[in-house]
């Protein structure tokens, strides 16, 4: 059994960007297939992202915001109560009116030392933290 709390978490399980702050909760080694993160996305910005190697799901527990898909230029409000998921690896803009918090599971699950690239997406990492391809 896996047991942690967000006030305990290691430092690095911790990252920051201009935009959020994510506290990874549950990372690829420990083999559950998925990786669970809960997510700060800061008041007034905006985030373009691209998973184009992993699908994610985001379930937004405080805050409101929306996010746009790229593509298409649909829009979708996001509130208290309201999940998202990026079944087809979607280009899209997140948006925070306010400060959201956010419920995060990416599969395959996040090694933890990725950093976002210029498109927005994560490079998949081997075991040991280095790009795969």
């Given at each position: ?64 915001g929306s996010v ?66």
């Amino acid at each position: 059994m896996i047991v942690r709390k967000l006030s305990e978490l290691e430092p690095h399980r911790v990252t920051e960007g201009k935009t959020w702050i994510s506290r990874r909760l549950v990372l690829r080694n420990d083999q559950m297939g998925y990786s669970v993160h809960d997510t700060i996305i800061k008041a007034g910005t905006e985030t373009h992202l691209h998973y184009k190697n992993h699908l994610e799901a985001v379930y937004c527990i405080q805050g409101k915001g929306s996010v746009e898909l790229v593509e298409s230029g649909e829009t979708f409000v996001i509130e208290a109560g309201t999940i998202y998921a990026l079944d087809q690896n979607d280009d899209h803009i997140l948006r925070a009116e306010e400060e959201m918090r956010m419920v995060c599971v990416f599969n395959p699950p996040l090694h933890g030392k990725e950093t976002h690239g210029p498109d927005g997406a994560y490079p998949v990492l081997d075991d040991d933290g280095n790009p795969i391809g």
